[in-house]
């Protein structure tokens, strides 16, 4: 079936890193963007990074540019987030999405787009002070 799988969340201190993985599984790997998002407790899901593997553009989020990096293995159908520096306010679940459109478009313009195809399950990210 069609899925991804959000992995490699975890707890850790402020300054610390982590390296969330999203394995697609059951469509064409190349014919998507792919977008991490995150939504703490109490706010709005926002959209932190996205690559287009059309292009190769990526997009981040104010909150996380020079922190953040988002790369794929395409031989291996995963999409990475490399967090570094991670806040406390980073703390969230984190979930990964792929989107033919924004595809299309690229990354420069996924957050007006918005993703509207396939969400994985979200995976739990705590930093503690």
């Known amino acids: 079936e069609v899925q991804l799988q959000a992995s490699g969340g975890g707890l850790v201190q402020a300054g610390g890193s982590l390296r969330l993985s999203c394995a697609a599984s059951?469509?064409?790997?190349?014919?998507?963007?792919y977008g991490w998002f995150r939504q703490a407790p109490g706010k709005e899901r926002e959209q932190i990074s996205c690559?287009?593997?059309?292009?190769?553009?990526?997009y981040y989020a104010d909150s996380v540019r020079g922190r953040f990096t988002i790369s794929s293995d395409n031989a291996k159908n995963t999409v990475f987030l490399q967090m570094n520096s991670l806040k406390p306010e980073d703390t969230a679940v984190y979930y990964c999405?792929?989107?033919?459109?924004?595809?299309?478009?690229?990354?420069?313009?996924?957050?007006?787009?918005?993703?509207?195809?396939?969400w994985g399950q979200g995976t739990q990210v705590t930093v503690s002070s």
């Open positions: 059951g469509f064409t790997f190349g014919d998507y963007a």
């Open positions: 690559i287009s593997l059309s292009d190769g553009t990526t």
């Open positions: 999405a792929a989107d033919s459109v924004v595809n299309y478009h690229g990354c420069s313009i996924s957050h007006s787009l918005g993703f509207h195809g396939v």
